[in-house]
């Protein structure tokens, strides 16, 4: 399957009088990390909605490829590639890490099925449980390179210690990775990061950056929100930034961050950390 181009086109998302996200043109390409920021209630978790299918827009689509998935269910659109990731963790607490792998892994495994029986892309969500029962009596069912995706990914992530371990004892860092973990077993073509670094320490902050690097090297194209504004401009290849619904600055995270815009609505108060510890500031 092609790795596809994740674009919001004109997106408008209303709440009675409010405009939570207005006219928004966004592009998050293959292998490249994109990021998105802005203060709170700018509508970054509303556009993230949108490009999932959480939400419905009342203007504008969004395009994977070539293809309009504007009006596809969530589950379909992961399936198709489009693979996201929560603010809070949304592991299944009281099954071991490689179960909780294993259920991400099973989200691509459905298309496979499908794609192993000639089934055309639109056709495979209506018809890959069929599929894949058919292939099952036929002893063709790809369990083998499920669980090889999942012993990879294991590996590759340093997780194979915690393997066996029930993920609802793990502590918040290793958990997150666990999530992240996850979702590159659904073989992701685009991922979607909420939030990633919230609960980390500087170390663990450091390693989700080398991973992003990693994924984003082999082909992924990632858009992650998050507050660590250090972490998004050193870790990114291009940021949207949005205020008031609006996007009013993208591009190069450098021009983004020197632009008067983003610095006086959005950069004055986003280093709270370092605010904080000054004494006399509110
Ligand atoms: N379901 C909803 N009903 C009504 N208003 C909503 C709803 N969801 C979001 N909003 C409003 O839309 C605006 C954008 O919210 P959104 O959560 O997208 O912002 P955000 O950029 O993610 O903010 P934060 O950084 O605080 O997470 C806010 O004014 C919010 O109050
Ligand atoms: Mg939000």
Redesign the pocket.
């Known amino acids: 399957m092609s790795r596809g181009v994740l674009q919001a086109v004109g997106l408008v998302?209303r709440?009675?009088g409010?405009t939570?996200?207005d006219h928004v043109d966004l592009v998050a390409p293959p292998g490249m990390i994109t990021g998105l920021i802005?203060?709170?209630?700018?509508?970054?978790?509303?556009?993230?909605?949108l490009l999932t299918g959480v939400?419905q827009p009342d203007e504008g689509k969004v395009m994977l490829g070539t293809t309009d998935i504007s009006k596809m269910r969530p589950d379909i659109r992961s399936r198709r590639g489009l693979v996201q990731t929560f603010q809070v963790p949304s592991l299944f607490p009281t099954l071991t890490v490689a179960d909780n792998l294993l259920v991400g892994a099973e989200n691509r495994r459905r298309d496979y099925a499908g794609g192993l029986l000639g089934l055309s892309a639109p056709g495979r969500g209506r018809t890959s449980r069929l599929a894949e029962g058919v292939l099952e009596k036929l002893g063709l069912a790809p369990k083998g390179p499920v669980t090889q995706v999942v012993e990879e990914v294991l590996e590759s992530l340093g997780l194979s210690d915690v393997r066996d371990t029930i993920a609802g004892t793990l502590p918040t860092g290793a958990l997150r990775l666990v999530e992240f973990a996850r979702a590159l077993c659904a073989r992701p073509d685009i991922l979607l990061l909420d939030e990633p670094a919230s609960g980390l320490d500087a170390e663990e902050t450091a390693k989700l950056s080398e991973l992003l690097r990693r994924t984003a090297a082999e082909g992924v194209g990632i858009l992650i929100?998050d507050?660590d504004v250090d972490l998004v401009f050193s870790v990114v290849d291009q940021v949207y930034a949005?205020v008031g619904?609006r996007v009013v600055a993208s591009g190069d995270p450098q021009e983004v961050r020197g632009d008067p815009t983003v610095r006086s609505v959005y950069l004055a108060q986003a280093p709270l950390a370092a605010a904080a510890s000054q004494p006399g500031e509110a």
């Open positions: 998302r709440y009675g409010l939570a996200v802005g203060p709170n209630g700018a509508g970054k978790s509303t556009l993230f909605s939400e929100v507050h949005m619904g």
